[in-house]
């Protein structure tokens, strides 16, 4: 993903001058920020789903521990 440096340096690199090197940084801008939002959701999107396996897998766990305990109970 580039920087802003790099689209400013492609901005000169490419010869945009006054109102069009404007409009070229603004529209490059905007596509980096909506990559970051993106990314960052991506982001969050993944710890959340990683939150509810961990839940589930406590959850999973502590079923097992009562069904054990209950069937050790039979057991006597």
Known sequence: MATMEE???QADLLGYR???REEYLK?????LEERQEKKEEAERQEKKEE???HAREKKEE???Q???KKEEA???
């Open 7 to 9: 689209i400013v340096k």
């Open 18 to 20: 006054g109102e069009k």
């Open 27 to 31: 529209q490059e801008f905007k596509l």
């Open 51 to 53: 939150a509810e396996c």
């Open 62 to 64: 502590a079923e097992r």
């Open 66 to 68: 009562a069904r054990e």
């Open 74 to 76: 039979e057991r006597r």
